[in-house]
Protein backbone atom coordinates (compact mmCIF):
# COMPACT_ATOMS: atom_id res chain seq x y z
CA UNK A 1 0.00 0.00 0.00
CA UNK A 2 1.50 3.41 -1.05
CA UNK A 3 4.73 1.49 -1.59
CA UNK A 4 4.72 -0.39 -5.06
CA UNK A 5 7.18 1.76 -6.97
CA UNK A 6 10.04 0.29 -4.89
CA UNK A 7 8.85 -3.25 -5.87
CA UNK A 8 10.87 -4.52 -7.95
CA UNK A 9 8.90 -6.78 -10.82
CA UNK A 10 10.24 -10.21 -9.54
CA UNK A 11 8.88 -8.80 -5.90
CA UNK A 12 5.77 -8.11 -7.86
CA UNK A 13 5.25 -11.21 -9.12
CA UNK A 14 6.81 -13.34 -5.93
CA UNK A 15 4.38 -11.45 -3.23
CA UNK A 16 0.96 -12.24 -5.62
CA UNK A 17 2.46 -15.83 -6.15
CA UNK A 18 2.73 -16.38 -2.11
CA UNK A 19 -0.63 -14.76 -1.36
CA UNK A 20 -2.38 -17.13 -3.42
CA UNK A 21 -0.69 -19.86 -2.31
CA UNK A 22 -1.88 -18.71 1.40
CA UNK A 23 -5.71 -19.11 -0.60
CA UNK A 24 -6.26 -15.29 0.50
CA UNK A 25 -8.54 -13.54 -2.24
CA UNK A 26 -7.06 -10.94 -3.95
CA UNK A 27 -7.28 -8.01 -5.80
CA UNK A 28 -3.50 -6.55 -7.37
CA UNK A 29 -2.77 -3.01 -7.36
CA UNK A 30 -1.27 -1.80 -10.70
CA UNK A 31 0.69 0.91 -11.10
CA UNK A 32 3.73 1.75 -13.65
CA UNK A 33 5.65 4.30 -14.95
CA UNK A 34 4.22 3.95 -18.39
CA UNK A 35 1.80 1.64 -19.99
CA UNK A 36 4.19 -1.22 -21.22
CA UNK A 37 5.45 -2.06 -17.70
CA UNK A 38 1.87 -1.54 -16.27
CA UNK A 39 0.40 -4.07 -18.87
CA UNK A 40 3.59 -6.51 -18.50
CA UNK A 41 1.98 -6.23 -14.60
CA UNK A 42 -1.52 -7.00 -15.42
CA UNK A 43 -0.79 -10.17 -17.68
CA UNK A 44 1.86 -11.58 -14.63
CA UNK A 45 -1.42 -10.61 -12.00
CA UNK A 46 -3.88 -12.81 -14.10
CA UNK A 47 -1.79 -15.34 -14.95
CA UNK A 48 -1.03 -15.58 -11.26
CA UNK A 49 -4.92 -15.79 -11.03
CA UNK A 50 -5.39 -12.56 -9.21
CA UNK A 51 -8.84 -12.18 -8.05
CA UNK A 52 -9.27 -8.61 -9.12
CA UNK A 53 -7.67 -5.65 -10.35
CA UNK A 54 -7.10 -2.28 -9.19
CA UNK A 55 -5.71 -0.18 -12.24
CA UNK A 56 -3.74 3.28 -11.63
CA UNK A 57 -3.39 5.74 -13.87
CA UNK A 58 -0.27 6.01 -15.91
CA UNK A 59 2.50 7.92 -13.87
CA UNK A 60 4.44 10.49 -16.21
CA UNK A 61 4.04 13.87 -17.09
CA UNK A 62 1.25 12.75 -19.55
CA UNK A 63 -2.09 13.75 -17.88
CA UNK A 64 -4.07 14.48 -20.81
CA UNK A 65 -7.01 12.65 -20.65
CA UNK A 66 -6.42 10.99 -23.91
CA UNK A 67 -3.41 9.68 -23.09
CA UNK A 68 -4.82 8.26 -19.88
CA UNK A 69 -7.99 6.70 -21.72
CA UNK A 70 -5.61 4.83 -24.01
CA UNK A 71 -3.66 3.64 -20.73
CA UNK A 72 -6.73 2.48 -19.43
CA UNK A 73 -7.97 0.50 -22.50
CA UNK A 74 -5.33 -1.07 -22.73
CA UNK A 75 -4.52 -2.26 -19.31
CA UNK A 76 -8.50 -3.36 -19.29
CA UNK A 77 -7.77 -5.13 -22.97
CA UNK A 78 -4.65 -7.35 -20.72
CA UNK A 79 -6.87 -7.88 -17.88
CA UNK A 80 -9.22 -10.55 -20.45
CA UNK A 81 -12.08 -11.01 -17.87
CA UNK A 82 -10.48 -10.42 -14.69
CA UNK A 83 -12.74 -7.96 -12.52
CA UNK A 84 -10.89 -4.48 -12.27
CA UNK A 85 -11.38 -1.03 -10.18
CA UNK A 86 -10.20 2.29 -11.33
CA UNK A 87 -8.64 3.84 -9.38
CA UNK A 88 -9.36 7.56 -9.41
CA UNK A 89 -6.88 10.04 -7.07
CA UNK A 90 -5.89 13.17 -8.76
CA UNK A 91 -4.32 14.57 -5.57
CA UNK A 92 -1.62 11.80 -5.82
CA UNK A 93 -1.56 11.23 -9.97
CA UNK A 94 -2.49 14.55 -10.89
CA UNK A 95 -4.70 12.71 -13.33
CA UNK A 96 -8.90 12.87 -12.33
CA UNK A 97 -10.94 10.43 -14.79
CA UNK A 98 -14.47 11.96 -15.57
CA UNK A 99 -17.44 9.37 -15.25
CA UNK A 100 -18.19 9.77 -18.83
CA UNK A 101 -14.62 8.48 -19.75
CA UNK A 102 -15.28 5.27 -17.33
CA UNK A 103 -18.32 4.99 -19.00
CA UNK A 104 -17.00 4.53 -22.55
CA UNK A 105 -14.25 2.36 -21.15
CA UNK A 106 -16.67 0.27 -19.84
CA UNK A 107 -19.02 0.25 -22.32
CA UNK A 108 -16.15 -2.10 -24.21
CA UNK A 109 -15.00 -3.77 -21.06
CA UNK A 110 -17.62 -4.70 -19.26
CA UNK A 111 -15.29 -6.37 -16.56
CA UNK A 112 -14.49 -2.97 -15.24
CA UNK A 113 -17.04 -3.05 -12.11
CA UNK A 114 -15.73 -0.34 -9.75
CA UNK A 115 -14.75 3.20 -9.31
CA UNK A 116 -12.57 3.31 -6.04
CA UNK A 117 -12.89 7.91 -5.81
CA UNK A 118 -10.19 9.66 -3.45
CA UNK A 119 -10.71 12.81 -4.56
CA UNK A 120 -12.79 13.99 -1.85
CA UNK A 121 -16.21 14.52 -0.55
CA UNK A 122 -17.52 16.61 -3.78
CA UNK A 123 -16.19 14.01 -6.09
CA UNK A 124 -17.70 11.06 -3.96
CA UNK A 125 -20.83 12.63 -4.22
CA UNK A 126 -20.87 13.50 -8.15
CA UNK A 127 -19.92 10.15 -8.68
CA UNK A 128 -22.81 8.70 -6.84
CA UNK A 129 -24.87 10.68 -8.52
CA UNK A 130 -23.49 9.44 -11.40
CA UNK A 131 -23.14 5.79 -11.01
CA UNK A 132 -26.94 5.41 -9.35
CA UNK A 133 -28.14 4.91 -12.68
CA UNK A 134 -25.64 1.91 -13.01
CA UNK A 135 -26.53 -1.12 -10.86
CA UNK A 136 -24.08 -3.40 -12.05
CA UNK A 137 -21.12 -0.80 -11.47
CA UNK A 138 -19.67 -0.48 -7.64
CA UNK A 139 -18.41 2.95 -6.30
CA UNK A 140 -15.41 2.62 -3.47
CA UNK A 141 -14.20 4.96 -0.55
CA UNK A 142 -10.70 5.71 -1.05
CA UNK A 143 -9.97 7.99 1.72
CA UNK A 144 -10.31 6.65 5.29
CA UNK A 145 -11.93 10.27 5.86
CA UNK A 146 -14.33 9.83 3.74
CA UNK A 147 -16.31 6.57 4.85
CA UNK A 148 -18.95 7.95 6.82
CA UNK A 149 -20.03 10.00 3.95
CA UNK A 150 -19.45 7.41 1.29
CA UNK A 151 -21.31 5.30 2.68
CA UNK A 152 -24.03 6.79 4.49
CA UNK A 153 -25.06 9.57 2.19
CA UNK A 154 -23.18 7.94 -1.04
CA UNK A 155 -23.74 4.71 -1.02
CA UNK A 156 -20.80 3.23 -1.45
CA UNK A 157 -20.41 -0.60 -1.20
CA UNK A 158 -16.47 -0.93 -0.54
CA UNK A 159 -13.85 0.81 0.96
CA UNK A 160 -9.76 0.18 -0.08
CA UNK A 161 -8.40 1.42 3.72
CA UNK A 162 -5.03 1.98 5.32
CA UNK A 163 -6.53 2.15 9.26
CA UNK A 164 -7.75 -1.17 9.12
CA UNK A 165 -4.84 -2.44 8.38
CA UNK A 166 -3.99 -1.99 12.18
CA UNK A 167 -7.58 -2.01 13.53
CA UNK A 168 -9.80 -4.27 11.86
CA UNK A 169 -12.49 -4.72 14.20
CA UNK A 170 -12.84 -1.46 14.78
CA UNK A 171 -13.25 0.18 10.99
CA UNK A 172 -15.65 -3.30 10.33
CA UNK A 173 -17.48 -2.06 13.06
CA UNK A 174 -17.61 1.49 11.46
CA UNK A 175 -19.01 -0.22 8.19
CA UNK A 176 -21.30 -2.13 9.54
CA UNK A 177 -22.81 0.90 11.42
CA UNK A 178 -22.23 3.38 8.31
CA UNK A 179 -24.37 1.04 6.42
CA UNK A 180 -27.33 0.58 9.13
CA UNK A 181 -27.26 4.12 9.43
CA UNK A 182 -28.27 5.00 6.17
CA UNK A 183 -31.81 4.20 7.34
CA UNK A 184 -31.57 3.51 10.75
CA UNK A 185 -31.01 6.79 13.50
CA UNK A 186 -29.54 5.15 16.07
CA UNK A 187 -26.78 3.62 14.10
CA UNK A 188 -26.37 6.83 12.27
CA UNK A 189 -25.11 8.45 15.53
CA UNK A 190 -22.76 5.67 16.64
CA UNK A 191 -21.37 5.83 13.21
CA UNK A 192 -21.14 9.37 13.51
CA UNK A 193 -19.43 9.07 17.22
CA UNK A 194 -17.10 6.26 15.88
CA UNK A 195 -16.38 8.18 12.93
CA UNK A 196 -14.95 11.03 15.39
CA UNK A 197 -13.23 9.30 17.61
CA UNK A 198 -11.39 7.25 14.64
CA UNK A 199 -10.22 10.73 12.34
CA UNK A 200 -7.19 11.72 13.83
CA UNK A 201 -5.60 8.63 12.84
CA UNK A 202 -8.12 8.31 9.65
CA UNK A 203 -6.20 11.59 8.71
CA UNK A 204 -2.88 10.07 8.67
CA UNK A 205 -4.62 7.88 5.43
CA UNK A 206 -4.50 11.43 3.42
CA UNK A 207 -0.33 12.30 4.16
CA UNK A 208 2.88 11.04 2.38
CA UNK A 209 4.21 8.96 4.52
CA UNK A 210 0.86 7.04 5.03
CA UNK A 211 3.17 3.87 4.71
CA UNK A 212 5.78 4.63 7.64
CA UNK A 213 2.53 5.86 9.98
CA UNK A 214 0.71 2.81 9.15
CA UNK A 215 4.20 0.27 9.52
CA UNK A 216 4.74 2.13 13.04
CA UNK A 217 1.32 1.48 14.00
CA UNK A 218 1.41 -2.28 13.09
CA UNK A 219 4.88 -2.28 15.23
CA UNK A 220 3.22 -0.40 18.01
CA UNK A 221 0.04 -3.08 17.92
CA UNK A 222 2.90 -6.08 18.34
CA UNK A 223 3.07 -7.33 14.78
CA UNK A 224 6.14 -8.36 13.91
CA UNK A 225 7.71 -7.18 10.11
CA UNK A 226 6.99 -3.88 9.74
CA UNK A 227 10.28 -2.32 10.74
CA UNK A 228 11.80 -2.09 7.83
CA UNK A 229 11.07 0.39 4.94
CA UNK A 230 11.86 1.29 1.54
CA UNK A 231 13.85 3.97 0.73
CA UNK A 232 16.02 2.66 4.08
CA UNK A 233 16.40 6.01 5.02
CA UNK A 234 12.65 6.89 5.52
CA UNK A 235 11.67 7.16 9.18
CA UNK A 236 9.40 9.08 11.22
CA UNK A 237 10.71 11.45 14.00
CA UNK A 238 10.70 10.61 17.59
CA UNK A 239 7.96 12.90 18.57
CA UNK A 240 6.24 11.46 15.45
CA UNK A 241 5.94 8.01 16.40
CA UNK A 242 5.52 9.54 20.15
CA UNK A 243 2.54 11.34 18.79
CA UNK A 244 0.96 8.29 16.62
CA UNK A 245 1.73 5.87 19.90
CA UNK A 246 -0.56 8.46 21.97
CA UNK A 247 -3.38 8.64 19.22
CA UNK A 248 -3.43 4.66 19.21
CA UNK A 249 -3.59 4.82 23.36
CA UNK A 250 -6.17 7.72 23.00
CA UNK A 251 -8.58 5.54 20.80
CA UNK A 252 -7.98 1.94 22.70
CA UNK A 253 -9.64 3.76 25.99
CA UNK A 254 -12.01 5.44 24.59
CA UNK A 255 -13.15 2.18 22.83
CA UNK A 256 -13.14 0.44 26.35
CA UNK A 257 -15.80 2.79 26.95
CA UNK A 258 -18.24 3.24 23.87
CA UNK A 259 -21.28 1.83 24.40
CA UNK A 260 -21.36 1.39 20.81
CA UNK A 261 -18.07 -1.52 20.32
CA UNK A 262 -20.25 -4.62 20.44
Same mark, same amino acid.
Given at each position: MGNWQYLSFDEFRTGISRLKEEGIPLIVGVG????????????????LRADALMLLPAITGLTAGEFQEHHFATLLLAAGNTPCIVYNNPNAYGFSMPTSMFHRLRATHPHLVAFKESGGKDALTAAAQDFSQDRDCEL????????YHGVVNCGASFCIAGVANFLP???LRLWE??????? +? *? =?S @???ARELDEAL?????? +? *? =?? @?????????????????YVDHRPSYARLTEPQVGHLRRLLDDFDA?????????
Open positions: ALNTSEAEQRVRTAVDGVGLDTMVRECLCEAGRT +D *A =D @RRLMPLFEL +D *A =DP @RLVLWYKAAMTYRGHDGWWKTWEGAE
